[in-house]
């Protein structure tokens, strides 16, 4: 009995890890500040490929995925100064140039890197309950999804930078008048959430086979995540990714993973057929 129970637990944390680290970049440019990010795969798929990178390069796993990381992030700095900036009162133009990015990075890595890319070996041992062998590093990546969860919201609630940053995504002509560096703020925001994306490859590299279109599997979920959870993404992504979690991970305990995805995207429809603001939303209105 204690066995089921813990593999439900394990398969529910896999799920809501997975959703979480996919998410957390896009909650905060999509979320907060508007921008469609159609390359939101390509900046993960860069995480994973500057972690391997660094890790045959002979740096330590924890060591190379802080360089996929700050690559990333890095590198949506430098996409939201020169190309994203004009785009933040143009949600559709947004879609068409991240849409394009997302072509480019793919389409580049293909070119110069081939379609596959040496990949990094799963860490960590296995352990069992019962009958059942888990991945210990499987835990790590739960344990990982709570540190960004917390780390989202105690930069963003609890510390001035935050508070600028909500200021200036609700009312950026206020923000600036009062004494905001709108650009700065704008630039880091989004350099946080390209590096939440490229964290989130590097925790996912020694999971995966690493090809150029390996972002795409994470896409779906990381966008479904941020609509169920609302307008207020640090207020409604940790609920979603809990109720889609332990759906999804019912469904493949029960069904297989098929079944599984068709479920999840089948909640996600009724879940905002019932709650249109979200999770968000709905936990709004019933504090007030």
Request: charged share 5%; with cysteine; glycine share 12%.
């Given at each position: 009995m204690f066995a089921d129970s813990f593999s439900y637990f394990y398969q529910f944390a896999d799920v809501f890890a997975f959703l979480v680290l996919s998410a957390a970049g896009l909650a905060i440019i999509f979320g907060m500040m508007g921008i469609i990010n159609l390359a939101h795969g390509e900046f993960?798929?860069?995480?994973?490929?500057?972690?391997?990178?660094?890790?045959?390069?002979?740096?330590?796993?924890?060591?190379?995925?802080?360089?996929?990381?700050?690559?990333?992030?890095?590198?949506?700095?430098?996409?939201?100064?020169?190309?994203?900036?004009?785009l933040y009162s143009r949600p559709l133009d947004s879609l068409l140039v991240t849409w394009g990015i997302s072509l480019v990075a793919t389409q580049g890595t293909l070119i110069v890197l081939g379609s596959t890319f040496p990949g990094v070996g799963m860490p960590g041992h296995s352990f069992s309950v019962g009958d059942y062998s888990f991945s210990s590093y499987r835990m790590v990546?739960?344990?990982?999804?709570?540190?960004?969860?917390?780390?989202v919201y105690v930069l963003f609630m609890r510390t001035r930078f935050g508070v600028h940053a909500r200021a200036t995504m609700q009312n950026p002509r206020m923000a600036q008048a009062l004494g905001v560096r709108k650009g700065v703020i704008y630039a880091v925001s989004f350099g946080i959430g390209t590096g939440l994306a490229g964290l989130c490859g590097a925790l996912y590299a020694p999971t995966m086979n690493l090809i150029p279109t390996m972002g795409a599997s994470f896409l779906v979920e990381a966008f479904v995540t941020v609509v169920v959870g609302g307008a207020n993404v640090l207020l409604?992504?940790?609920?979603?990714?809990?109720?889609?979690?332990?759906?999804r991970a019912g469904?493949?305990?029960?069904?297989?993973?098929?079944?599984?995805?068709?479920?999840?995207?089948?909640?996600?429809?009724?879940?905002?057929?019932?709650?249109?603001?979200?999770?968000?939303?709905?936990?709004?209105?019933r504090s007030s």
């Amino acid at each position: 009995m204690f066995a089921d129970s813990f593999s439900y637990f394990y398969q529910f944390a896999d799920v809501f890890a997975f959703l979480v680290l996919s998410a957390a970049g896009l909650a905060i440019i999509f979320g907060m500040m508007g921008i469609i990010n159609l390359a939101h795969g390509e900046f993960i798929m860069c995480g994973v490929y500057v972690t391997s990178a660094a890790y045959h390069a002979g740096l330590p796993l924890p060591m190379a995925q802080a360089c996929g990381a700050i690559a990333a992030g890095l590198i949506g700095v430098l996409l939201e100064v020169t190309i994203i900036r004009p785009l933040y009162s143009r949600p559709l133009d947004s879609l068409l140039v991240t849409w394009g990015i997302s072509l480019v990075a793919t389409q580049g890595t293909l070119i110069v890197l081939g379609s596959t890319f040496p990949g990094v070996g799963m860490p960590g041992h296995s352990f069992s309950v019962g009958d059942y062998s888990f991945s210990s590093y499987r835990m790590v990546l739960f344990a990982a999804s709570l540190c960004v969860l917390g780390f989202v919201y105690v930069l963003f609630m609890r510390t001035r930078f935050g508070v600028h940053a909500r200021a200036t995504m609700q009312n950026p002509r206020m923000a600036q008048a009062l004494g905001v560096r709108k650009g700065v703020i704008y630039a880091v925001s989004f350099g946080i959430g390209t590096g939440l994306a490229g964290l989130c490859g590097a925790l996912y590299a020694p999971t995966m086979n690493l090809i150029p279109t390996m972002g795409a599997s994470f896409l779906v979920e990381a966008f479904v995540t941020v609509v169920v959870g609302g307008a207020n993404v640090l207020l409604g992504t940790a609920p979603a990714a809990i109720a889609l979690g332990v759906i999804r991970a019912g469904l493949n305990a029960w069904y297989g993973q098929v079944i599984g995805q068709i479920g999840l995207l089948i909640a996600v429809v009724l879940i905002i057929r019932v709650l249109p603001d979200g999770f968000s939303g709905w936990l709004t209105r019933r504090s007030s």
